[in-house]
């Protein structure tokens, strides 16, 4: 069975991986997180999707190229998160500390970035065994959201365990994920998805500091019809 986390980039893709995998290792099958996404070649995925004894959990953010054959739909759970565009923007630029006029920060980047969010998003959405997931909607009770997982998983997790995993995923307990991963403790990061300055604020609507006029109005511009099919508020004219 094929396990994927495939979320928008800084949409809490990392939470969710956390949360199903503390979910799946209740069950009586072995889980194994991958260390090369989907598989090495698309006869791999297919076979791990295949493997009804085995649980291949994966995170990825794009549908890598050779893949371009399809992703599959039997033996295979899909979570997709999303959120603000903008704001994943704008908590990317706050990740990789890109201040205001930093090369990275270019419009080319910038449409490169959001157009990616949006080509994997039509990509994984389209999957038939597939839980989509609202950041804004799920970050702030995640007691509601790993029972959620649960029943996408089709697992019945005790309290004391939707406990454990709510307590393990709180940011306090993120932040000292990274700080040992600064320190040179590679375990944390395949242990936990955890990468380095991974955590940042998580607010909604933080691009509203973040980001330049410029920058807001070109992503908008470039996600309007995404941004308005999800509800999400525009803020510039229709140019």
């Known amino acids: 069975m094929l396990v994927v986390i495939c979320g928008m980039h800084r949409s809490g893709s990392t939470l969710v991986a956390q949360l199903v995998r503390g ?24 076979a791990r999707a295949a493997d009804s004894d085995h649980i291949w959990l994966a995170k990825v953010h794009q549908q890598a190229r050779r893949f ?3 992703l599959p739909d039997d033996g295979a759970l899909y979570f ?38 949006l080509k994997s998003g039509r ?6 065994n597939l839980w989509s997931g ?47 991963l600064s ?20 607010r909604f609507g933080a691009w509203k500091e973040t980001l330049t006029v410029q920058e807001a109005e070109l992503a908008e511009r470039i996600a309007r019809p995404w941004l308005k099919e999800r509800g999400y508020p525009l803020c510039f004219r229709k140019r």
């Open 123 to 128: 990509t994984f959405e389209a999957r038939k």
């Open 183 to 202: 320190e040179g403790n590679q375990e944390v990061r395949a242990s936990s998805f955890i990468t380095s300055n991974h955590i940042t604020d998580g």
């Open 23 to 46: 979910l799946l290792e209740t069950q009586s099958l072995s889980v194994s997180i991958s260390d090369n996404g989907l598989g090495a070649t698309p006869e791999d995925m297919r």
């Open 80 to 117: 997709y998160t999303y959120r603000d565009l903008r704001d994943a923007l704008a908590s990317a630029w706050r990740k990789n500390r890109y201040p205001i006029g930093h090369p990275q920060r270019s419009p080319d980047a910038l449409r490169a970035f959001v157009k990616a969010q």
């Open 68 to 70: 371009r054959d399809g």
């Open 134 to 180: 609202r950041y804004e909607d799920f970050v702030g009770d995640l007691a509601a959201l790993t029972e959620q997982l649960a029943r996408k998983l089709q697992v019945s997790p005790t309290p004391e365990l939707v406990q454990r995993l709510v307590a393990e995923a709180q940011p306090d307990r993120q932040r000292e994920r990274v700080r040992q």
